[in-house]
């Protein structure tokens, strides 16, 4: 195993700045969230039905989860400032661009775009920090880059139903990509006036199967050809992507401490994502909430995650990394066992805001681990933590799903409440075990 490399703070090196790395999060969060309140106003405007226009929904959402494995290993050769300038550049050309679009297809085929290079920013941030801040210090930063990509989930529900309603749905992605091309600009300055030490890693062929594989599962996806055609080209992409990981992630997949990040935060991100997608179905169905209020009150998990925040420099001083991981476990089983068991809808806000307080908690202290799995290659290895909790928030629906289907709201989600405390006693009994390495301060 490699030594660990030491972290590149220090009192004389200078270190770009969280308000910019916490802008191009928050953009990239608002624009993912954006289409959700106007999938309907879209489907209208070209034909359709809302159901046939959620294509560009996972459109975006696919390949920001699958090329999580491609970038890691450029910022770690390249500099992960200059990778994100680059990439949050070419962002903001195609979300403005998605304001012209003719077509549903080709809509789709730019929100494809935008969610490949929207997918180096946060992975390539929380490496960054994990770089330049101390490991003692390191979760307060994080939790307040993570602030942005909060205030950005909210923002991005809000604007676009004010756009859909009142502005114009097309002219929302203009604005995404005036601002982005400006917090690209910002990046690009970033970069200069704060060098990142140089790290000749080598990069794999094996990499390319990463744009390859991923290009096939969404040409599968959009149905390209036949059936037939259409099922052996989401295969390909599928066999391509496991590839890439097994080949350019091997070594690290191997590190002691990799298991049990990459299972936590998988195990995390199935419960965790798996109970959201039903809180506001629970509410219309259980409570008879119309849809706008049920997404105002779900709205809550954001300002739970506000507050942690915000109190994140006293939680970590009190109760310690490992006491925070538990603590937000707890938290996390509490809200959804709450959500599961009331009787009436008026206790939801309160176990929502909890939900969102005990997710920023637990996972922060994962973030923070995950920086420490490859400190010599840090942009690798969060890229592969960020593509393990994808793949946990992509089965979530479907397993919460089936048991919902046989047993109900109730039982779904006291299953995600108990699943998830049980992760975090056990994981934290596993992580006290295991002391990564820690750079001095």
């Not at 991005?156 to 309603?165: A, D, K, M, N, P």
């Not at 091309?181 to 200069?192: D, E, K």
């Not at 509410?283 to 105002?296: C, E, H, K, P, W």
Request: proline share 6%; with cysteine.
């Amino acid at each position: 195993m490699q030594a660990a490399a030491p972290t590149t703070s220090s009192a004389s090196t200078p270190r770009a700045s969280l308000l910019v790395l916490g802008l191009a999060a928050f953009l990239v969060q608002a624009d993912a969230r954006v289409i959700d309140p106007l999938l309907h106003v879209v489907a209208t405007d070209f034909h359709t039905v809302p159901v046939s226009a959620a294509l560009v929904i996972s459109s975006y959402a696919l390949p920001y989860g699958l090329f999580q494995l491609f970038y890691g290993p450029f910022g770690d050769r390249l500099g992960k400032l200059r990778v994100m300038a680059v990439c949050l550049a070419l962002f903001a050309v195609g979300t403005g661009a998605c304001a012209f679009v003719p077509s549903l297809p080709v809509f789709a085929v730019l929100r494809f775009l935008t969610g490949v290079t929207a997918a180096s920013v946060i992975p390539m941030s929380i490496g960054y920090i994990g770089d330049t801040f101390p490991y003692g210090s390191r979760q307060i930063a994080l939790a307040r880059f993570m602030s942005a990509l909060m205030m950005g989930q909210i923002a991005g529900s809000t604007l676009g139903g004010v756009f859909g309603q009142f502005l114009g749905w097309r002219n929302v992605f203009l604005v995404f990509g005036v601002v982005s091309a400006v917090a690209a600009v910002l990046l690009a300055r970033q970069s200069r006036r704060c060098p990142e030490a140089p790290r000749p890693r080598p990069i794999g062929p094996s990499i390319l199967a990463v744009p390859v594989g991923g290009t096939a599962i969404f040409l599968g996806v959009l149905g390209v050809g036949t059936p037939l055609i259409a099922h052996g080209l989401e295969a390909l992409g599928a066999g391509l992507m496991v590839y890439a990981l097994f080949t350019q992630y091997g070594a690290l997949l191997r590190r002691p401490l990799a298991p049990v990040v990459l299972t936590t935060v998988l195990v995390e991100g199935l419960f965790v994502f798996g109970g959201l997608a039903y809180l506001a179905s629970s509410l219309t169905d259980r409570f008879a909430i119309n849809y706008l209020s049920a997404g105002v009150m779900v709205a809550g998990f954001g300002v739970g995650g506000l507050i942690y925040s915000a109190s994140a420099r006293v939680l970590v001083g009190r109760f310690g990394e490992l006491g925070i991981l538990l603590l937000g476990g707890t938290l996390l089983g509490i809200g959804f066992t709450g959500i599961g068991l009331m009787p009436t809808w008026h206790a939801f806000l309160p176990f929502v805001v909890v939900l969102g307080m005990g997710y920023y908690t637990m996972h922060g202290t994962l973030q923070t681990r995950a920086t420490e799995l490859a400190p010599e290659a840090r942009g690798t290895a969060v890229s592969l933590f960020a593509f393990f909790f994808f793949m946990g928030q992509a089965s979530g629906p479907q397993v919460l799903g089936r048991i919902l289907s046989s047993r109900g709201y109730g039982v779904a989600f006291l299953a995600a409440g108990l699943g998830l405390f049980t992760l975090a006693v056990v994981s934290r009994q596993i992580f006290a075990r295991i002391t990564p390495p820690r750079p001095k301060a």
